[in-house]
C-alpha cells in the first residue's frame, strides 16, 4: 500500500500563492487516483480537488475553482497541489489521499471513506 507525505505548507499573506507536494511511496503509485482534501479550525475534513491515474481527468471544489490546480508527476510518484488567491478562509490543514483504481464521479471522490491512504497533512495559513 503506498505511503504519503505532504510538503509545502507554510504561512502566507491573502492573495499570494502556495504549491503544496505529495510524495507517494511504492511502485504502484500509477493504480491510485489522488485527492487533496482540507481541514479547518473546528470543520469537518472537506473535498478540495482529485485526480485520476494519468492525470488526464480531475475535480476541484466549486470554492477553489479557479484558483487552485491539482496535477500529478507519475514518473516521480508525486501529486501536488498550486493554490493562488489564496483566501484566509483558505486555511486549513491540507491532507494527501490515495484511492485504489480509477477516478470515480465527483460524489465518491468527496467522501473520505473513498481513500485508502491519508498523509499527515501540512498546514497553510492565510493572513489577511
Known amino acids: 500500500q503506498v505511503q504519503l507525505v505532504e510538503s509545502g505548507g507554510g504561512l502566507v499573506q491573502a492573495g499570494g500563492s502556495l504549491r503544496l507536494s505529495c510524495a507517494a511511496s511504492?511502485?504502484?503509485?500509477?493504480?491510485?487516483?489522488m485527492a487533496w482534501f482540507r481541514q479547518g479550525p473546528g470543520k469537518e475534513r472537506e473535498f478540495v480537488a482529485a485526480?485520476?491515474?494519468?492525470?488526464?481527468?480531475?475535480f476541484h471544489a466549486d470554492s477553489v475553482k479557479g484558483r487552485f490546480t491539482i496535477s500529478r508527476d507519475n514518473a516521480e510518484a508525486a501529486v501536488y497541489l498550486t493554490m493562488n488567491i489564496l483566501k484566509p478562509e483558505d486555511t486549513s490543514i491540507y491532507y494527501c489521499?490515495?484511492?485504489?483504481?480509477?477516478?470515480?464521479?465527483?460524489?465518491?471522490?468527496?467522501?473520505?471513506?473513498?481513500?485508502?491512504?491519508w498523509g499527515q497533512g501540512t498546514p497553510v495559513t492565510v493572513s489577511s
Open positions: 485526480i485520476g491515474r494519468t492525470g488526464v481527468t480531475t
Open positions: 489521499a490515495a484511492k485504489w483504481g480509477p477516478l470515480k464521479d465527483i460524489g465518491t471522490m468527496r467522501k473520505t471513506s473513498t481513500y485508502v491512504t
Open positions: 511504492g511502485r504502484t503509485f500509477t493504480s491510485y487516483a
